[in-house]
């Protein structure tokens, strides 16, 4: 980890804003991604340091636009809340009623869905609770959930895949406001990109069909 700070050290932030030249030179998002990438592991890397944790509970967390499933792994408890901060709300007071484990060896687990976990994510952060972000794919992977079909079963599936992996899972660390906007305004531009070449694609046909008539 010492070389990888020294590493970043040494790169230059003009070099970053202005992209990379050469034969392998990259444009300004692509270089301000990396920037951020960096900033999140350091900022992971001094959390880990100073803080270990001893996981005997795992919550999981099945998301989904309107709602949320939630199942303690210990004694298999389980609700349903809003996706909203009432919700939020009342998945901490239900929690600290049901789980037999204190806070500190306690880990919520939850798929990474973007626009629909990041809510949750952000409360849990500012309530100062432990959480991990796993992707979908993973999950999947590991203990074979089939999205769609029944979340009392996917909320059961992650809250298993966490503690499974106890020892080996590391709380998630929000990253500041700004890199947040950051990350934001970059998924957008990626988004108005792809709508673009959408859009020029279609022009083109419908050029070449106007032509042949």
């Not at 806070?103 to 432990?130: D, N, R, W």
């Not at 106890?166 to 531009?189: A, F, G, W």
Request: hydrophobic share 40%; net charge positive.
């Amino acid at each position: 980890m010492r070389s990888f700070i020294r590493t970043i050290g040494r790169i230059s932030p003009h070099s970053l804003l202005i992209g990379y030249k050469g034969p392998n030179r990259i444009s300004v998002p692509t270089a301000i991604g990396h920037l951020i990438k960096v900033l999140v592991k350091v900022t992971q890397f001094i959390h880990l340091k100073y803080k270990v944790m001893r996981i005997n509970q795992t919550i999981g967390i099945d998301i989904s636009k309107l709602k949320f499933d939630v199942r303690i792994h210990s004694n298999q408890m389980f609700s349903v809340f809003t996706n909203n901060q009432k919700g939020f709300k009342e998945l901490i007071k239900w929690v600290r009623a049901n789980n037999p484990f204190s806070t500190e060896e306690t880990i919520i687990v939850f798929e990474h869905t973007g626009l629909y976990s990041f809510p949750l994510a952000l409360f849990l952060s500012e309530q100062q609770l432990a959480f991990a972000l796993v992707p979908g794919l993973e999950i999947k992977r590991s203990l074979g959930i089939s999205r769609g079909k029944d979340d009392k079963v996917d909320a059961t599936k992650i809250a298993l895949y966490g503690y499974r992996l106890r020892d080996e899972i590391n709380p998630y660390i929000l990253p500041s406001n700004e890199i947040i906007t950051m990350k934001q305004l970059l998924s957008l531009r990626d988004r108005f990109v792809k709508q673009r070449a959408g859009f020029k694609a279609s022009l083109k046909e419908q050029k070449i069909f106007l032509l042949k008539m």
